[in-house]
């Protein structure tokens, strides 16, 4: 509904000379603009990309913009009303907000919509390249996925519709990207709304003309013909140049077709930057090789061709080829790929069929093109070229609409993979045949399949099967960058295991409020219908991880009484540490996937458990808790509940590994100056010794490594610890040059002996078990030597041989 008024009802109003009647009206009226669904206000579907949002809103400010409208009292609001709309829409985090809150979501966000520019802005300025398909105009969460977030290569032009040479540009920009559609990508970033973007890459003048993925700044010229060289110059592509010595080797060689251009003198012959062009664009479908035929006539004349070009499907000999009657890059590839095979188009009859051999296992996965009317796109003829083991089809959605609701199609084209089981997912990324190809191979070794209403609430409320479900939007990028990152921690369970789904929230945002749904992506695991919602990283390692630790929890949930018999009444010499939490806060859910890695490093040395204190509120005040996530560790060398060391630092896994071990009971001791000299220098043991800085963070990180290592080595090499700020001049003797630094002291030879204040041997490495091993032998050997020694010494005796036998570094046995 828009704010709008009839004449008749104007001139009632002024008739009654009743301004405040007037102003109570408009108000409720604008307040039924304002409350509008802004996705139905600009005319576009919820799942609409940014390009869709802006086209729309260009329209209609085209349209309804009080410049064009001045005789219209009503203008203004109305184009606040989509003005709002487009700024909440375009913007990732208040698009979010407002597709689960709606406009509630955004009441304590300041964001424009009040102020905008002329209809000439609009009309001449806003998005130069909107209405351009060969160009993509590209938004801060575009260029994140898209060309961050891939391999591919784009040439992307950074301008500022206030710039007259950016106007001056376009119609170049527009010539460069016709010459190179479906060589590379050719986008553009509007820097008056992207600022950010532009700041963040580097973006310094306008117009700014950028290669990815190599972040090369064109310099040179602008004109259309030295653009698309300097593009040309930077690809790598596969030409073969085929000559007699070379000829059969290189086709027998590949699989692939060939097309090639048999140059005769005087004909036209294909130049090198069509060559370049086609194989950038046919790359891993079709060979592109020349034969000069001035050169090598008589390959020529074997091969039957001469001054044509020719496209082999499969052999090349004479008659076995295909005239192309075309020296132009988009009209020789579009006969190429037409000779392609066409995919099967699927009926109702034989979707159903497909289903039931896929749910037997007995038949390749699917790829189904959804589309309205034939199959014209090229992307997809070219799909069999990189999917050898999966079949491709095409579905008419304006013929076979049961098919298209089954699967809840609701934008053109679509494309899905329907894999072993009669599971199915939908490809959300770009629309080409590589990324399709890609996503079907990931997809189709995991069991990940997409959910509908029809799903709930069975698939979660299984007894035997936890089921992992990610909610989220295609238009999200962190939704888009999980995806990949999801199939593969599928991939790590059996089917019989974990099951693992998808819900797109754009069409099932029903089942989405009804679960309570508030951001995406949002993962949560279901395990007897009872909800664990994932908040670690979104990597596949940690949801992985996430799971295992939620189905065999190595953190122990503690109540009332278990807390009582297992901490306050802990036997001696037992640790244990304790995470005070509540669900509903943010910290603790950030804290919970490094607690469960904490857990798991300390399996064989503490305790770990966690408290609910929403379940047990009267508990946890019971026990002073008054802030989440409170985190205590109950000493081995205490009893009781109200005894414990508060945890004040970070709330990592590896700063919470070296705050607990400073409390656990150690196997190392703690040396003085005078207690090293005696118990170290003078005396037979073996020591290891580790030499510190109370500051020194690498110091923090070590000393569990260093308690390990001395629980391995116990009973061969005792272990200490020097404390060099507080004895800085042993460490200076012993010319202690970092921290930290690990030093092995081999024992004194003998009774009344020393050994060097330096020790033996530095140990290099911070790994526990090659400590261990380092040590043990350094150890073995030494004491070799010394066995070899004394048996020398008790001959030369027995003889009474003359004289002494020196040692290098180290006191005759004489003086034993």
Known sequence: MSCYFKNKSSLRLSRMNSHLLFTLFLTFLCHVVFSEDYYELLGISRDASNKEIRKAFKKLALKLHPDKNTEDPQAHEKFTAINKAYEVLKDEELRKKYDVYGEDGLKDDHFGGGHYQSWNYFNEEFGIYDD???????????????????????????????????????????????????????????????????????????????????????????????????????????????????????????????????????????????????????????????????KNAHLCQEVGYHGNLVYFIADVGPEKGEVIDSLETKEIVSLVLKKLPDPVTVDLPAFEEIKKNLAAATELPWVLHFDRGPMDNLEIRKLPAFTSDINVGHVDCSKEQEICQQVHVRKYPMIALFKSHGHYEWHHGRFTAHDIAVFAKESASSSVQTLGPEDFPAKISQPDLPFFVDFFAPWCPPCMRLLPEYRKAARSFEDSEVGFGTVDCTIHANLCHMYNIRSYPTTILYNNSIPHQFTGHHTAADLVEFVENTLNPTVVQLTPETFQSLVAERKSGETWLVDFFA??????????????????????????????????????????????PTIRLYPHNSQGGYRYVSHRGWRDVHSLYSWAFQHLPSMVTQFSYNSFLENVLGSEDAWIIDFFAPWCGHCIQFAPDFEKAAKLLDGRVKAGKVDCEQDYHLCSEANVRAYPTVRLYLGSPGKGMTQPVNGHMNIESQDPQQIHNLAVKALEDYRADLEEENQGTRTHKKGKTKGKKKNKGKPDHDEF
């Open 583 to 628: 669900p509903w806060c943010g910290p603790c859910n950030e804290l919970t996937p490094e607690w469960n890695k904490l857990a798991k490093q300390m399996k064989d040395d503490a305790g770990v458990g966690s408290v609910d204190c929403q379940k047990f509120r009267r508990f946890c005040q019971q026990q002073g808790v008054n802030s989440y």
């Open 132 to 294: 351009d398909p060969e160009i993509i105009t590209l938004g801060y969460s575009d260029f994140e996925v898209s060309v961050e977030g891939s391999d591919d290569i784009w040439f992307i032009n950074f301008y500022s519709p206030f710039c007259s040479h950016c106007h001056d540009l376009a119609p170049t920009w527009r010539e460069v990207a016709r010459e190179l559609e479906g060589v590379i990508r050719i986008g553009a970033v509007n820097c008056q709304e992207e600022w950010n973007l532009c700041r963040r890459q580097g973006i310094q003048s306008y117009p700014s003309l950028v290669l990815y993925p190599t972040h090369e700044f064109h310099r040179g010229s602008r004109s259309t013909k030295a653009l698309v060289q300097f593009i040309l110059d930077s690809l790598e592509v596969n030409l073969y140049d085929l000559w007699d010595g070379n000829f059969q080797n290189e086709i027998s060689q590949s699989d692939h077709p060939w097309l090639i251009d048999f140059c005769a003198p005087g004909e036209d012959c294909l130049t090198q930057d069509t060559r370049i062009k086609l194989s950038a664009i046919l790359d891993n479908l079709v060979n592109i090789g020349t034969i000069d035929c001035g």
